[in-house]
């Protein structure tokens, strides 16, 4: 079972930094990748970054590389999401979700019990 809840998110400047957590109290943590994912008001959800069960394979969107790192500490069941310089692009709302990797690429699973409900990242100019 997967329930995961995301915190962290807030108010910044542009150029502050965040760092979002995605914590599941189910019990399967250490078996399945975490990306996040990422909506602004009236966009399409777009990936972020993501890494798998065991912290390996960690890939990150052009828009983000660079600034943003993602990190997982299983004995927490926790997967951070450390965002630097952030810019007021970056506003949107932040969710993780459980999925896979196939080879190098990334893919949530679709279902709606596998993400979280989402934090709000606002990033003033």
């Known amino acids: 079972q997967v329930e995961l809840v995301e915190s962290g998110g807030g108010l910044v400047q542009a150029g502050g930094s965040l760092r979002l957590s995605c914590v599941d109290s189910?019990?399967?943590?250490?078996?399945?990748?975490v990306g996040w994912f990422r909506q602004a008001p009236g966009e399409e959800r777009e990936f972020v970054a993501a890494?798998?069960?065991?912290?390996?394979?960690?890939n990150y969107a052009d828009s983000v590389k660079g600034r943003f790192t993602i990190s997982r500490d299983n004995a927490k069941n926790t997967v951070y999401l450390q965002m630097n310089s952030l810019k007021p692009e970056d506003t949107a709302v932040y969710s993780c979700?459980?999925?896979?990797?196939?080879?190098?690429?990334?893919?949530?699973?679709?279902?709606?019990?596998?993400w979280g409900q989402g934090t709000q990242v606002t990033v003033s100019s």
């Open positions: 890494i798998n069960w065991d912290g390996g394979k960690p």
């Open positions: 979700a459980a999925g896979h990797f196939i080879g190098n690429d990334y893919y949530p699973r679709g279902t709606s019990g596998f």
């Open positions: 189910g019990r399967s943590f250490g078996t399945y990748a």
